[in-house]
């Protein structure tokens, strides 16, 4: 199985528990503002890897990973724009017996499978905005496929970390964040929020 990937990387409590290896896929159907990868954009702009030399690569690191409590992140870009790539990229990890983590928008909630999302410990939903309105001036896309996503989740049960990205004059209007804050409060799958800083 191969996929187009902008990178990887190791890092340490932003993109799941513990030491994480983080595979940055290529391709993105959203602009937002203030995208910290918009090198991951296209995928074109990627390098064509198979599951298999990613998992070589993984491996690499898979002791160290395990005894700093890590795991493995499929980020972007937007895996699920690769959706076989990336279920094929978590199965093979959790049958490996290492934590997983899928980071996504959302917007292409469909097209992750039950199948996919039982090999997912850990969904990072990125919410950029609950104000519809908000979404597409931030994203140029709509807020209503992540919201059906998120209630997915929900009625699965799976564990999910809501990420909000909070951008003074663009996502922090009181009636945006306080819509957001009580739509995540209903949802019962929640682990916790993360409130990250805009980086320019």
């Not at 409590?13 to 296209?42: H, I």
Request: charged letters at 20%.
């Amino acid at each position: 199985m191969n996929g187009s990937v902008s990178s990887w990387d190791l890092s340490v409590g932003v993109d799941g528990p513990g030491t994480r290896f983080v595979v940055f896929t290529a391709g993105c159907p959203l602009r937002c503002q203030y995208c910290q990868n918009p090198e991951t954009w296209r995928m074109r702009d990627g390098r064509q890897v198979t599951v298999n030399e990613l998992m070589d690569e993984i491996g690499k690191y898979g002791r160290f990973i395990s005894v700093a409590g890590g795991g493995v992140t499929v980020s972007g870009g937007e895996p699920l724009l690769q959706p076989g790539f990336t279920a094929e990229l978590l199965s093979r990890c959790h049958a490996g017996g290492l934590h997983t983590a899928l980071d996504t928008s959302g917007l292409l909630g469909v097209r992750a499978t039950d199948s996919m999302l039982a090999d997912t410990d850990l969904v990072l939903l990125d919410i950029k905005s609950y104000d519809p309105a908000t979404y597409r001036r931030v994203t140029g896309g709509p807020v209503a496929p992540t919201l059906r996503f998120a209630h997915r989740l929900a009625e699965l049960g799976r564990p999910t970390w809501i990420r909000f990205v909070l951008v003074p004059g663009l996502t922090d209007a009181p009636e945006n964040v306080d819509g957001l804050a009580r739509f995540v409060a209903g949802l019962g799958n929640v682990e916790r929020v993360d409130v990250l800083p805009f980086h320019r």
